[in-house]
């Protein structure tokens, strides 16, 4: 039967999303989540590839503002909900689908596309390299003390119920928004989702919980979490699990950690997903004890370069020349100068000699800082054309806080 790729049609989004549902496994979502993502999709830039009345295949995009270094919020696309069927794997489909979506962003004049992976070796082939990344780890709370920096003891915690708590989480999003490339300006009802905790999807923990971190009577932080309760033989051995945690500065974070790590009748902290520069790796006494574990979050992809790389700000100044492969998205490929500091950047076309040759991949990778130029070099995925152009690039391209994602879309 012949396929069609179509724009979605909202009179559709049910089997469209249903056939999302299938291809990760066939649990559908709770009704709760499945609401607030039909509420959210983007039909105009949600694609279906479709068989007669059949969906087969699937993709979307939201339209976001991520912060990239420097501070600037650069529109981006968010890809999303991107599936095909097993039963119309190798033909093609998906390659289909990234063709058609990336033009797409570019006509929208969207610099840059960033996605999350449930397998990562996917995205490579369309551009997408790892630019953030994140720990897990699980704080044994019976062998591990924290090391709490002064002035803990003036914030004030102050419990507050999940459905209340929307207000003070965006308040506090908005203003860390800047802070940290990687994260995106929350668009209108994406507040609905710190709030979200469908009863089937706690396994076995309790309903979400909330606290407000206050200092003279002002909002400084916010953390929720839930319980689950454990007993073993010697007593209770139950876990916080943290799902947000955010501070104006360290103390305020510093008093939230205490409190989590203190919860009573638990023995551990599950942390799911924190900046790699966090600081509560220095205020335990003993990180080991918490396994820590790395992996990548976001995969970001320069649609446009010239214009992805003039958005964003350089530690250090740089004048290098990039030989930029970028076989998906052939309008890239050539030679362009950057040339930036701290202040801004100019990336034009050039005809000079190039001094470092990386794939759009590798580009993508070092974008937000969170990813050394030198790192991708040393496993021969930057070739430096010019002694000291490594150096150089790699410097400047980093960032002072970590990129981090601190939630899915």
Avoid at 18 to 23: D, P, Q
Avoid at 254 to 283: E, M, N, Q, Y
Avoid at 305 to 310: E, K, Q
């Amino acid at each position: 039967m012949t396929s069609e790729m179509r724009v979605l049609d909202p009179s559709e989004w049910d089997r469209w999303f249903g056939a999302l549902e299938l291809a990760f496994g066939g649990v559908p979502e709770e009704p709760e989540e499945r609401e607030l993502w039909r509420d959210l999709t983007e039909c105009d830039r949600s694609l279906g590839v479709w068989e007669g009345e059949r969906p087969v295949a699937t993709a979307g995009a939201f339209s976001f503002r991520m912060t990239v270094p420097g501070g600037a919020a650069v529109p981006t696309a968010g890809v999303t909900m991107v599936s095909v069927a097993s039963t119309h794997r190798r033909r093609g489909i998906l390659t289909s689908m990234m063709r058609r979506q990336l033009d797409d962003v570019r006509e929208r004049g969207e610099p840059l596309a960033v996605l999350t992976a449930s397998e990562p070796v996917i995205y490579g082939r369309f551009g997408y390299g790892a630019a953030s990344w994140a720990h897990r780890a699980v704080i044994d709370t019976t062998r591990v003390r924290l090391d709490l920096p002064a002035g803990v003891d003036g914030v004030v915690l102050r419990p507050v119920p999940l459905a209340e708590s929307s207000a003070a989480y965006e308040e506090l999003y908005a203003r860390l928004v800047p802070r940290r490339p990687g994260m995106t300006v929350r668009p209108a009802g994406w507040e609905r989702q710190p709030v979200l905790d469908p009863p089937g999807a706690r396994g076995g923990s309790s309903p979400r919980q909330c606290v407000l971190a206050e200092r003279d009577g002002e909002l400084v932080g916010y953390a929720s979490y839930s319980v689950k309760p454990d007993w073993g033989w010697a007593g209770p051995d139950g876990s916080v699990t943290v799902r947000e945690l955010m501070g104006l500065d360290p103390v305020a974070e510093a008093a939230l950690w205490r409190f989590l790590c203190s919860v009573d009748l638990t023995a551990k902290v599950r942390i799911d997903s924190r900046p790699v520069d966090d600081g509560w790796r220095h205020l335990v006494s003993d990180v080991r004890r918490c396994e820590p574990v790395l992996r990548e979050v976001l995969f970001a992809r320069p649609v446009e370069v010239g214009a992805a790389l003039a958005a964003r700000t350089y530690r250090a100044p740089v004048d290098v020349v990039l030989d930029v492969s970028d076989a998906f998205c052939p309008w890239n490929e050539g030679r362009w100068r950057l040339s930036g500091d701290a202040k801004g950047a100019v990336c034009e076309r050039t005809s000079d000699a190039p001094e470092l040759a990386l794939s759009v991949r590798e580009l993508g990778a070092a974008y937000l800082g969170g990813t050394a130029l030198s790192s991708l070099a040393a496993a021969g995925r930057v070739t430096e054309l010019r002694d000291g152009a490594l150096a150089e690039a790699s410097l400047a391209f980093g960032s002072d806080a970590a990129p981090w994602l601190p939630h899915g879309f």
